[in-house]
T-cell receptor, first 113, second 110 residues
Framework: DVKVTQSSRYLVKRTGEKVFLECVQD?????MFWYRQDPGLGLRLIYF???????EKGDIPEGYSVSREKKERFSLILESASTNQTSMYLC????????????FGPGTRLLVL | GIQVEQSPPDLILQEGANSTLRCNFS?????LQWFHQNPWGQLINLFY???GTKQNGRLSATTVATERYSLLYISSSQTTDSGVYFC????????????FGDGTTLTVKP
């Protein structure tokens, strides 16, 4: 079975802090994704990566950056956390190609005070 | 970009009832998935179904790609079926960027 893990299930941070969310997958997937989920807004793509050191902006990249130094790990970075970044963050991965299943991690609920 | 609409937005059922959830999309796609998000927030793959029909136990799904819709059927619903059901579609290849619908929130009452 594919396993996607996220470093924390719950996280509380203060405004202005630098926040790192880590995602690891164990199935050698080329593509990895970070989404945020907010009530009434569904899932929105922040960034994705289709290879090591490669990244592309999604629909809402402002205020975020990412890092992919190893194939299995994709990190989401909030350079200076703000209260409007309080959300559920979901990581996903999949094999390259147009007809592959996407697998999600358990999510991280981030509260920025 | 592509638009994905799910209906109904909310659905309340008694245990044992059947239901149909719909996903309409505005353009041709080469990938369509149905997910169930449980109360703890985990998204679980139900079906990968860009076209055709698949069944898995009490759940089945049909995608009619030429008419740009997909249906998810839940039969003999159970309380554990409660949660949010998402449809996600993808166009293009390799990058695998998906667009999600807003979901259908299903509540199954005992």
């Amino acid at each position: 079975d594919v396993k996607v893990t996220q470093s924390s299930r719950y996280l509380v941070k203060r405004t202005g802090e630098k926040v790192f969310l880590e995602c690891v997958q164990d199935m050698d997937h080329e593509n990895m994704f970070w989404y945020r989920q907010d009530p009434g807004l569904g899932l929105r793509l922040i960034y994705f990566s289709y290879d090591v050191k490669m990244k592309e902006k999604g629909d809402i990249p402002e205020g975020y950056s990412v890092s992919r130094e190893k194939k299995e790990r994709f990190s989401l970075i909030l350079e200076s956390a703000s209260t409007n970044q309080t959300s559920m963050y979901l990581c996903a991965s999949k094999l390259a190609g147009g007809r592959e299943t996407q697998y999600f991690g358990p999510g991280t609920r981030l509260l920025v005070l | 970009g592509i638009q994905v609409e799910q209906s109904p937005p909310d659905l309340i059922l008694q245990e044992g009832a059947n239901s149909t959830l719909r996903c309409n999309f505005s353009d041709s796609v080469n990938n369509l998935q149905w997910f169930h998000q449980n109360p703890w927030g985990q998204l679980i793959n139900l079906f990968y179904i860009p076209s055709g029909t698949k069944q898995n136990g009490r759940l089945s799904a049909t995608t009619v790609a030429t008419e740009r819709y997909s249906l998810l059927y839940i039969s003999s619903s159970q309380t554990t079926d409660s949660g949010v059901y998402f449809c996600a579609v993808e166009r293009g290849t390799n990058a695998g960027k998906s667009t999600f619908g807003d979901g259908t929130t299903l509540t199954v009452k005992p």
